[in-house]
């Protein structure tokens, strides 16, 4: 009984935010339903012990208690700002992030205050300056909302929630930008971020591009360097992946690092795993979205390690529905936790279950499993990608066989080059020649497979429902047995 009410009140908060996302909805109401669910759960379970009437009144609660978290955090925006629309203005505010840096610009984040009333402003400059975390700045130029756009694959891109889902709500193209005062950010987040910039330049001082521009991404998820031509083969070569702050991304790094420490006791192993996610968290600046990957990747581990699947996956679910009660908008705008989520179900649920029809590859390495959970995390993601991304790779199976054998040795010369590096760099050397040597081999399949005329797909037009449909069969087939068993009153798992 307990896991159906946990799996009601879950489903009913999620379904609440997701509604609220899209409808805006009468709160006053919400919240009315939301009390006559508490009656219901109290009056009719206590009288008549209806477990149907029990868990609906659990549900229905959730499902108001989710509406209300993302009605409190939809707040409007400042109307003192809103006043400045379309106008060229003088602002001051602090950089509250590392800057952005991409192909033919960089993006910052600054936190601007005005008679009481915050916000942030995206602000796109040019590389005449360097700006660090934490700096005051000073800058002037026209304050504008944020536009959505159709990308490349034709699909409508929001934009505008995208950004919404870190509270910005403005931007500023090439303004007129100085630096007023250094070292005002949190000191923790300083030391980490400047960590990460000498780590990244060390590996750029070893490894020449674009390796290095691999590498950065491969270890720490930094992909907005890339040329568009580089970012589009790994598009549609499926590849993306691994340049990308995801579970499935961590779990490949701390699996690594348990594979060293195996012949040690489990626990042991299991906690090596777990302090090498750490170290990626901090190496990566500490962001919400290395934070989320993080956990995600964690929960991975602990279940491959285990064998509690079951247990993980309650504890996956838990951390999903705290993540969006620290921020409702992650659920349907941040296609980075979207991603991560989906990756860590499959390699937790989906894998095992297809890992049956790979028997005829060795296991030496550790190939089979390699191959097992590449393709349980191509298959289990392909849906979303081509509902959200439009963009189906046919090659992407042969290329992730061929890439991800490779990647947790890249990964970990990378960061012995990065490491040593700091100390000096004549001993990051060697280490930096083998590492380029396997993202020269890894960028080489890459663009190999990409030069196919055919290598990828634009359906642009691939609809929710199927894409819903397509899911449920996915969970009916990893769950089946369990959602049996839940409704005819067992414990619901099998793992």
């Known amino acids: 009984m307990q896991d159906r009410v946990f799996y009601s009140s879950c489903a009913g908060f999620v379904l609440g935010i997701l509604l609220r996302s899209f409808v805006l909805l009468n709160i006053h109401g919400v919240l009315m339903l939301a009390v ?22 659990v549900f229905v609660l959730a499902f108001g208690l989710g ?22 203005h003088s602002f001051s505010g602090l950089l509250v992030d590392e800057p952005d840096i991409r192909e033919k610009n960089q993006k910052l ?9 915050q916000t942030k402003i995206l602000v796109t400059i040019g590389f005449d300056q360097k700006f660090r975390y934490g700096d005051e700045l000073g800058f002037a130029g026209k304050l504008k909302k944020p536009e959505n756009f159709i990308t490349d694959q034709g699909k409508e891109f929001d934009y505008i929630n995208y950004l919404r889902k870190d509270d910005i709500e403005y931007v500023i193209s090439y303004p007129v930008i100085e630096v007023l005062s250094h070292g005002h950010g949190n000191k923790i987040k300083s030391i980490l971020f400047h960590v990460k910039e ?80 750490i170290i990626f ?52 705008y941040d296609v980075s936790f979207q991603l991560s989520f989906i990756a860590t179900i499959a390699v937790i649920f989906f894998a095992p279950k297809i890992q049956k029809y790979f028997l005829w590859i060795t296991e030496k390495g550790k190939l089979r499993d390699i191959v097992s959970v590449t393709c349980a995390c191509y298959i289990f993601v392909l849906p979303f990608i081509l ?17 991800l054998p490779v990647i947790p040795l890249t990964m970990a010369l990378g960061f012995l080059t990065g490491f040593f590096g700091i100390i000096w760099y004549g001993l990051a050397v060697p280490f930096g020649y083998l590492s380029y040597a396997l993202l020269h081999y890894e960028l080489s399949v890459i663009d190999f ?7 990828s797909l634009s359906i642009p037009n691939f609809p929710m429902w199927l894409t819903i449909a397509i899911y449920i069969f996915f969970t009916y087939y990893i769950f089946g047995k369990n ?13």
Request: aromatic share 12%; charged share 15%.
């Open 449 to 455: 497979f990409a030069r196919f005329s055919y290598a």
């Open 198 to 277: 000498k780590f990244l330049e060390n590996i750029n001082f070893t490894i020449r591009e674009p390796e290095s521009l691999l590498m950065s991404g491969l270890i720490l998820g930094e992909k907005s360097a890339f040329s568009q031509n580089l970012r589009q083969s790994f598009v549609d070569t499926g590849t993306i992946h691994i340049v990308a702050l995801s579970g499935y991304n961590v779990t490949i790094v701390a699996e690594w690092f348990m594979k060293i420490f195996s012949n040690l006791p489990r626990h042991f192993g299991i906690g090596m795993g777990i302090f090498s996610v």
């Open 109 to 117: 984040t600054i936190e601007v205050e005005e008679d009481g009333e």
């Open 483 to 495: 959602i049996r068993k839940l409704f005819r009153g067992g414990n619901g798992h099998t793992y």
């Open 67 to 88: 509406v209300l978290r993302f009605h409190l955090s939809d707040d409007p925006p400042p109307e003192i700002f809103e006043s400045k629309l379309g106008q060229s």
């Open 281 to 332: 968290v901090l190496m990566s600046g500490g962001s919400s979205t290395a934070l989320r990957a993080g956990v995600m990747a964690v929960l991975s581990l602990v279940a491959r390690a285990t064998g509690r699947n079951y247990d993980v996956g309650r504890a996956l679910i838990l951390a999903g529905i705290i993540m969006m009660l620290f921020n409702p908008f992650v659920l349907v």
């Open 387 to 403: 509902y959200k991304m439009g963009n189906l790779s046919l090659v992407a199976l042969p290329a992730n066989i061929l890439i």
């Open 36 to 57: 006559f669910a508490v009656f219901l759960i109290f009056i009719f379970s206590a009288l008549y012990s209806n477990k149907i009437i029990l868990l609906t009144g």
